[in-house]
Structure formats: C-alpha cells, structure tokens
C-alpha cells in the first residue's frame, strides 16, 4: 500500500502470543488452534510469495490474500465451513491485536476484519451406528503395539465423545481406572470435567498403561517417539482404516468420517439409550443445551425416515365435491 511503513509481521505475531493471549489467560486448546492456523497461514504465504515468514511485511497479508487463503482451505485442504470460520475468527483476532500496535495499518486492518464469516448451509449430521462403530474398533491390529493404541483411542472417542484436542492431550495420570472408573479432560473455558468409562474400557485402559510402564505425566495416546499426538495424526488415524471398515460395514462407504464424527456417535448413542440432552450437554462439556439440541434434530430425522418406510400405503383420497350450488361457485373462483 502506498503511503504505508513496512512493518515486519514477526514481532506482531510474536507479541500477539506472548502479549495478547497471555494477557486473556486463554485455554491452551486456544493456543494450539491458533498456532494450527498462523502456520498453515505462513506455509501458504511462503508459497504464494517466495518469501519465508520471517521475511514477511504485515502488508502480504491484505484482505486479498487472506480470502485467497481461506479458499485455499476449503478447496485445496478439502477443510468444513465450521473450519474456515475458526480460521478465520483466528486471523480477526491477531488484526484487533495489531490494530493498537500498528495504526499506521488500520485501512488494512480494517478490511481484514471485514471478512465475514461463511454461512454453513443445513447439512445433515454425520455419526456412526452401532455396527459401523463395531466395524471401526475391529479394525486395527491389536497383536501390534499401535493396533493397540489405535483400537483405544477409538473406543475411548466413541465412548466418550471427547474433543480431538481433548483426547490427544490425555496424560496417564488423567485416568481414574478403579471405582466409577472415569477420565478427566480440560475443555472449552478452561472447564474441568469427569467422563464416565465402563469397566471392560477400563481394564483395557489399566493393561495399556501397565504393558508401557508409563509415567503418570505421559500420553495416554503416544506417538511413535512418545510424545502427544496432533489433531490431523487422529484424523489420518480415520483415513486409515476407513477402508477395512468399510468392508465388513459397506454403509461407511457414503459417509465422511472425521474425528468429530467420533463425538457426534457418542451424542447419538447417548440420546437413543435414553439420556436427557441436558446430561449430554454436561457430558459433551457443552455451555448450554443449545448446542446439544443438533442431536434432538437427526434423532427426529431417522425416526421421520424409519416411519416413512413403514407406514402402509393408504389410498388417496378422492377430490371433493361440493354438493350445493354456492359451495360450487367459490370452489370454481
């Protein structure tokens, strides 16, 4: 822009970090979203501009590029209208943040915080019955050690109903594996919360951790090196024994199975034995029952669907036929 001073976007990154999110106390699942985000955004930048990011100007990261940068996501990463919007929301806050510290910015920083997010359009929610979650939890091989992991961590998230970032930060030390067996996770707000764990998941749990000889402050889920694992490791997690599933359960074959699918299955699995949405809400860490009313609404559709496919055929009935002259006349109008 002319008329503008470079200003290199390092140390505004950098304090936005240090500075901002220190100063709100923000959770450290925030933390981690955001830094998911700002290096997918500098990766592309590198990319596009032939520069790398500490080279940078605060001026490369125009409304232009930024939109580019979304579509990117979307349609290159093959990312949700919900993941957009979060990436989004991401950048909108670094831009309020560099609004104090570089008003000579501000028509560009405007312009930023101009982009709206993206409507989602009505989708039907996506989750796993009983036996595609069977077909899931049977595909790993559990002879090897990862199988094992692998076969875990996925019946700890359909149990459960954890949060990617929630299950992937589990320590050792945050499972309770005796009476009212249970796990304790730090969600959404900073809010702590107790799932409940059935006794065969448990014992399975207490094996697990007993055969590693871990450390209470280790993964509960570790990679390969033993550190903890990344969002998009749970997802190609899924991707990978997508296809043996999908042979013993050939339903699979249509649905797009995520790791927040994995949640969405526990929600269901709660509400079809039964459970109340306000107990699901507290299960599922939510703040409030509106974001737990979705499942109210699929549970309403499968039953619309199963109806529509068992009511009898009843004949149409025949068009009516007014038999007095002026009942004739308005219905000929």
């Not at 919900?82 to 560099?98: C, E, G, M, P, V």
């Not at 930060?169 to 900073?190: P, Q, W």
């Not at 699979?252 to 299955?265: A, D, E, F, I, Y």
Request: proline share 5%; with cysteine.
């Amino acid at each position: 822009m002319e008329g503008v001073g470079v200003t290199a976007l390092a140390p505004v990154l950098q304090g936005f970090f240090t500075e901002r999110l220190t100063q709100r106390r923000v959770s450290p699942h925030t933390v981690s979203a955001y830094r998911d985000t700002f290096r997918l955004l500098l990766l592309h930048a590198q990319q596009r501009l032939g520069r790398p990011p500490s080279a940078l100007d605060l001026n490369d990261l125009d409304a232009v590029f930024i939109g580019a940068f979304l579509d990117h996501l979307e349609h290159q990463r093959g990312n949700a209208i919900t993941t957009r919007n979060a990436r989004l929301a991401a950048i909108h806050s670094l831009f309020r943040y560099a609004a104090l510290r570089c008003p000579e910015h501000a028509l560009l920083i405007q312009r930023v915080l101009a982009i709206p997010h993206k409507r989602r359009d009505s989708t039907q929610m996506c989750f796993l019955n009983r036996q595609e979650s069977d077909a899931f939890l049977a595909a790993p091989d559990r002879t090897t050690t990862l199988g094992r992991r692998d076969h875990l961590l996925l019946l700890v998230a359909i149990q459960t109903g954890l949060r990617v970032s929630e299950l992937t930060s589990l320590t050792c030390a945050d499972t309770a594996l005796g009476t009212g067996a249970h796990l304790r996770c730090t969600g959404k707000g900073r809010k702590q919360r107790c799932t409940p764990l059935t006794k065969p998941t448990a014992r399975l749990l207490q094996q697990w951790i007993t055969h590693r000889h871990a450390d209470p402050a280790d993964p509960l889920f570790p990679t390969r090196t033993g550190g903890h694992l990344s969002r998009d490791a749970v997802a190609d997690l899924l991707t990978k024994y997508l296809p043996a599933a999908t042979a013993t359960c050939p339903t699979l074959g249509s649905k797009h199975v995520t790791p927040h699918t994995l949640r969405h299955s526990a929600a269901m699995a709660l509400l079809q034995a039964g459970i109340d949405t306000s107990t699901i809400a507290l299960w599922l860490g939510h703040a409030n029952t509106k974001s737990t009313d979705v499942y109210l609404h699929a549970d309403l559709a499968m039953k619309e669907q199963a109806l529509a496919r068992t009511t009898l055929h009843e004949p149409r009935p025949g068009r009516y036929k007014p038999t007095d002259g002026l009942l004739a006349f308005l219905e000929n109008l």
